[in-house]
T-cell receptor, first 115, second 117 residues
């Protein structure tokens, strides 16, 4: 299957700072990328959907000014958590898909801890 | 909106035995995909099996098979000859075939599977 690389795998940041998470499709061009958030022992909750070259579509309840998503190229999407607070600590997972109706492949996730 | 329900938060099975994980879903659509994903302790999401709603035949992948009951909106996963490496969180997921949705997945709550030696 296709490979999606997410970086970093884990990050610790101070409260009030911003942190950027990258999601790259290594061997295919991703027209759409998805960002999920997962709390311990819970399911994946979709935060936003991003299409290359256009603004991301955020799910209800997700603050778009806090979780900035950029999908500037067909192989890279970034999620920036701005002014992070301890309650933003979570596991963030991206997935990427290429042509319509193909599978979405997942990155390995990023564990964010805000102290 | 579609919903996916996994009513078993935890399940356990003896190594080499068979276990079935339950999943029900709700949708008004007739054409869609259903998936089972595995999330081991590494937390990497791994696709286990996929079923297309228009296909009556149940999907199988080696030791993994599904029982897809479209009318009942049920999609269970059977793991045969369970192995220690099967221990993980398992998520059932739904995706519409409508392209306008962008292929977003709707996940169930997950079932934590323990395999006992």
């Amino acid at each position: 299957g296709a490979v999606v690389s997410q970086h970093p795998s884990w990050v610790i940041c101070k409260s009030g700072t911003s942190v950027k998470i990258e999601c790259r499709s290594l061997d295919f061009q991703a027209t759409t990328m998805f960002w999920y958030r997962q709390f311990p022992k819970q399911s994946l909750m979709l935060m936003a959907t991003s299409n290359e070259g256009s603004k991301a579509t955020y799910e209800q309840g997700v603050e778009k000014d806090k979780f900035l998503i950029n999908h500037a190229s067909l192989t890279l999407s970034t999620l920036t958590v701005t002014s992070a607070h301890p309650e933003d600590s979570s596991f963030y997972i991206c997935s990427a898909k290429a042509i319509p109706n193909t599978e979405a492949f997942f990155g390995q996730g990023t564990r964010l801890t805000v102290v | 909106a579609q919903t996916v329900t996994q009513s078993q938060p935890e399940m356990s099975v003896q190594e080499a035995e068979t276990v079935t994980l339950s999943c029900t879903y709700d949708t008004s659509e007739s054409d869609y995909y259903l998936f089972w994903y595995k999330q081991p302790p590494s937390r990497q999401m791994i696709l286990v099996i996929r079923q297309e709603a228009y296909k009556q035949q149940n999907a199988t992948e080696n030791r993994f098979s599904v029982n897809f009951q479209k009318a009942a909106k049920s999609f269970s996963l059977k793991i045969s000859d369970s192995q220690l490496g099967d221990a993980a969180m398992y998520f059932c997921a739904y995706r519409t075939r409508r392209e306008t949705s962008g292929s977003r997945l709707t996940f169930g709550e997950g079932t934590q599977l323990t395999v006992n030696p």
